[in-house]
């Protein structure tokens, strides 16, 4: 009996004392929040492909969404293959990007030539 009032008379202090806290850091206006900056992101890349037209070269893509998340590089007979990765949407809350998030571009010989989901992607 006494240890177990013992063990609650030291328990319950610690237990009101540890009811969790939130910090927030901004600077000014600034969120430097994670997951504000992913989601915004990924509401910008949306944005922007959704203004993309068939035909539009790869340059001007990378240069109107920077870097992709993921890129691959192929032949197709005589032709160069190269898919970009755009993540456009969070399915998974690991702070991770994976292609089923994404927005595929496919390029062949430079120029667009079809969008898609990234999970839908194939080679074939």
Do not use: W
């Not at 005589?78 to 089923?100: A, C, E, N, P, S």
């Amino acid at each position: 009996m006494k240890k177990s009032l013992l063990a609650l008379l030291i328990a319950a202090p610690l237990t009101l004392t540890l009811s969790g806290c939130v910090i927030s850091v901004k600077d000014g206006e600034v969120d430097h929040s994670f997951m504000s900056a992913s989601e915004d992101r990924t509401y910008q890349n949306r944005k922007k492909i959704a203004q993309i037209q068939l035909g539009e070269s790869i340059a001007d893509m990378q240069e109107r969404l920077g870097v992709a998340d993921f890129s691959e590089t192929y032949k197709n007979d005589d032709d160069t293959v190269r898919v970009l990765f755009y993540r456009t949407q969070r399915k998974h809350k690991d702070g991770l990007t994976t292609k089923d998030e994404c927005t595929y571009l496919k390029f062949v010989n430079g120029e667009l030539v079809e969008t898609g989901n990234g999970e839908t992607f194939s080679r074939g």
